[in-house]
Each structure stands twice: as structure tokens, then as C-alpha cells.
């Protein structure tokens, strides 16, 4: 249910066609007026960290996003979890997709026409997310940037506050899906922990009037609030869905906010260990999936990271995982290096060619073969399967890419009914 516009320039000209000058950087957790995104700005670009920021000022940011969606060069494309996922499931000609959020004129002329957008999801305005770039070695004033990356801010109200979510959960009815995609929950953290709490309740409420033949698939995203995230998996969300997509950073997050396995580590250093995070998947499954003696509908994790990507699900709920686990893969490949098919002079390996299937229990050691990329592997009812992504040299674009590879994985997925 997130859906907006995001609109791509370079940082520094969007501050100079402001008429901003440069000066010194300094962090604000929330933007309040122009002066507070030049100093936001600068102090990111110059440690080369990304960053995201809501403004708070209606007027000036809509402002702001004008300045930017007309300037030369500027891009526009397709923005949000849930209309990245439509839009990549789309691209199949014989889906027809629903894709509920706030959605103003210029996204929908942005959206695939197998994207149908019911009318309570129209509104005037454009939720417009802007994102600044800046290169390695890149100057503004004293600041240079060590490396390239992004600076992003929006002024999203809809979004954040989940107002489309029972327009959709209503408009299933009609629409008879053969599979549901939710998203966007971590856009709720902006919210204050009364409303957000509110807000997860009346959530938890729409989820479960999905009737319960539907496959519920949940992309989470990157999120800073532990006892929110506590809440999502503990009480309310996990066990109402059957699937959940997520990458390395998620991961982490999850076991730490939870105490789960390895929660004392407190960040990935290169690759993350295979072991680790198969001990993770691992628990997430054994302690907040179905079994016999719980009331859980969790039987499906997709893990991505950049080098290799695992789907686990426990036995008797799902099939084809290898096709799965491996459309996710090439499509992680194609999509950041914008090629139709993989081009093998612009991709290389990252993954570990050895590695052990867990750093707790006592493990197997797998070493990788070329002739069959998809490892599997088994542990107490619950399967593993393991692929290495050819990783693209010098990637085109990588946002939305997490969405891009959960779609996938998901349209080769087979789902038993039970």
C-alpha cells in the first residue's frame, strides 16, 4: 500500500536552482524548512552516507518538488515497495495486478496497464519522494563526497499513515487475487508510537478479513524502531502471513530486536556468513511459523543480499523453490545492470564458493558447483535453498531492486493448498 513518484537529480544543482549556497553540514532527524535540507545534505554527502528524511513544511516541499520534477535531466519513475512489486509483476503479460495506494495523475501515467488502480486510490497530488545524488569526488562548496551515493526526503503523509490499506483489503472482493503483496508498514515508524500502535491494530484487522485460501506475502524494509518491529513479528503481522521478503539488514535487525540468534552482532562485515544467517531464517521459521501445536501461517522466507540469495520454507507448503530461489537471481543480475538477459562481461561472482549451513548447530559444508547453482539443504522439517547472483559490475540503477528480485521469486513460487 506505498506508491509515489520518485523523482531522481543530481543534489547538488537541485540546491543551486534553489538558490541555495553552500555552507556547513549538520544532521537534523526531521527537516523543517530549506536551511535544514542544504545542512542535511552536506553532512551526508561529505561522510558519503544515505540518508532519508521527512519535511516538514507542506508549502515549501511542494515547492521544493516542483523545482525538481522540472528540471532538466530530472527523472521520474515508479516509487514505493508495493508499486515496484505491481510494476515488476506487470511486466507478465498475463497478470492483471491491483495496486492500491495514494496515487496522483503523474504516477498512474507512470504505471504498466496491467496495473489497475481502483478510484478511491486516485488524489489529486503526487506523493513525491526526491532523490538527491551526488558522485565520488563530487564538490559543493568545502564539502567533497568520499563516494557516490543518495540523500533522499519526501513529505508523505498518505503512506506513512497507511491510508490506503482498507480501500484495498475492500476492493479484493472484486478482484478475486490468486495472491496478496503487502508492503510499506515501515513508513509507519514517522508516525508518534500512539498512532502508530492504533494503526497496526486496524491493520491487523484488515489482514485477517483476507480470506484465508489467499497466499499474504509481506516485503519488509529498512526500519530503526525495535519495539515496533517487535511488535510486527511477536503479536500481530507474522502470523497472519504466509510469506515474508527481506535482505541482510532486515535480517539483522529482526534477531537483534527480538534476541534471536547472533542478536549480539552488530553489523555484517563483507559477505554475511551463510551460517549465520541460515541460524537466523532458521529460528524466524521455528519460532513464529506454522507448526502443529501454533496458529501461524509463516512457512516462506525470501532472503536477498547482493552475493547470494536463500529461500527457506518449511516442508509441505510450497514447491518449485529452485526456480524460485534462481528467477530471483538473474533477476537481481538483469535489472541493476538494465540488460535484458544476464550479460556475462558485466557481471562477477561474490558469493562464498565454501561455506557451513550453520554457525550453532553442528553444520554441513557445501562447496558450490557450477553445473548446479541451486544448493538445498534440510534442518527439522524446514528446506533451504541456496543460490549465488551474478552481481553487476557497474550497476545502472539499484532502487527497487529488493522488490524486483521478492516479485520474482514469487511469480515461480508454488503454493500448495491445504
Known sequence: VNACVDV??????????????????????VLNSRQDLKEAFAHFMEKGAAAERFFSDAESFHHIARTASEYPGAQLYVGGNAALIGQKLATNPDLKILLCGPVGPKLHELLDDNVIVPPESMQERDEFHLILEYQAGEEWGQVRAPNANRFIFSHDLSNGALNMLEVFV????????????????????????????????????SIS???????????????????????????????????????????LFL?????????SLASWSGVPDVGVVSDILFWILKEHGKTAERASDL???????????????????WGNQVAAVAAGARAAGTQACATETIDTSKVFLK????????????????????????????????????????VCKDPVRTVGLGDAISAEGLLYSEVYPQ
Not at 304 to 315: G, K
Open 8 to 29: 531522481v537529480l543530481s543534489g547538488v544543482k537541485l540546491l543551486e536552482a534553489l538558490g541555495l549556497e553552500p555552507g556547513d553540514g549538520k544532521n537534523h532527524a
Open 255 to 263: 534477531t537483534q530486536s527480538a534476541s534471536g540468534p547472533h542478536a
Open 170 to 205: 475492500s476492493s479484493l472482493d472484486e478482484f478475486q487475487p490468486d495472491l496478496v503483496v503487502l508492503s510499506g508498514l515501515h513508513m509507519m515508524e514517522g508516525q508518534s508510537k500512539e498512532m502508530r500502535q492504533r494503526r497496526l491494530m486496524e491493520a491487523v484487522a
Open 299 to 317: 512457512t516462506r522466507i525470501h532472503f536477498h543480499t547482493l552475493a547470494y540469495h536463500i529461500l527457506v520454507t518449511v516442508d509441505g507448503y
Open 209 to 251: 478479513d483476507i480470506p484465508t485460501d489467499i497466499p499474504i506475502h509481506l516485503e519488509l524494509a529498512s526500519m530503526t524502531d525495535q519495539d515496533f518491529m517487535s511488535n510486527i513479528m511477536h503479536q500481530q503481522v507474522f502470523p497472519l502471513v504466509n510469506s515474508i521478503g527481506l535482505n541482510e539488514q532486515e535480517l
Open 351 to 390: 558469493a562464498p564458493l565454501e561455506f557451513v549451513t550453520s554457525q550453532i548447530e553442528a553444520p554441513s559444508k557445501i562447496s558450490l558447483n557450477p553445473d548446479e547453482p541451486v544448493v538445498h539443504w534440510h534442518r527439522e522439517g524446514i528446506s533451504f535453498h541456496f543460490t549465488p547472483v551474478l
